[in-house]
């Protein structure tokens, strides 16, 4: 009897009425929460000059949550795994206004990529959560330092925090939730070009790059209080 409630409950989850309702009431839900919180934006001058276009941003996979509305109005292409919850995430994304292309570090990573410059080249700037899907948190993945070689658009690193915030402590990624009515804070760094007088961009450089933002972000909103 179990096993044919599991896989009745199995069938309507993975239905496609029921991914697409999802997706829907998750799209109201973030539309709304986000009119809760008090965002404030932080643009460094050097990203100010950049052709919107033609820039990667890279953020941390926990900080995420706040960066929903940062990048839909730009039509920006991200990465969603081939999982289950990927396949609602992309539905979500999609009608957010990003392009959704599927594909991990882990799974068809490489074919991923190779979309994602298609659809870069075609005047989409890209958005990758640096350490995701899975981490280690705060571990740069390389796909983003061969996308950016590829194209030769700088990274832009994202740094998000929030005044009053619920931290999941049992995921892998300490995934950041914004308290409604908090004030948030999120900036656009100084825009990393890949060679520097001392050599190629690595991605412990690139951790350290924005593990620098982000406690900026994190003393920002602290001092707000």
Known sequence: MHSIFKQMRRSITYS???????????????LAYF??????????PEFLNLERSKV????WHGRQFLLIPSFSHLHAVVMSDL???????SKILSRLGYLVVRGSSKRKGTQALIQMKKVMENGHPGAFALDGPSGPVYQ???????LAKK????????????????????TWCHYLIPKPFSF????????????????????????????NWTK????TVQQSH
């Open 35 to 44: 009119r809760l919180l008090r965002i404030q934006y932080d643009f460094h």
């Open 216 to 219: 900026k972000a994190d003393l």
């Open 16 to 30: 496609e009425w029921f991914i697409n309702l999802t997706a829907t009431l998750a799209v109201f839900f973030f």
């Open 83 to 89: 999982s289950w919850a990927g396949e609602i995430q």
């Open 151 to 170: 194209l030769g658009y700088p990274i832009v690193p994202v740094a998000a925090s929030a005044e009053r915030a619920w931290v999941l402590t049992k």
């Open 56 to 59: 990667i941003f890279g953020f």
């Open 184 to 211: 948030c804070y999120v900036s656009m760094g100084k825009p990393v070009i890949l060679t520097t007088a001392q050599g190629e961009i690595t991605t412990h450089e690139l951790d350290r790059i924005l593990a």
């Open 140 to 146: 740069s993945k390389p796909g983003i330092l061969f």
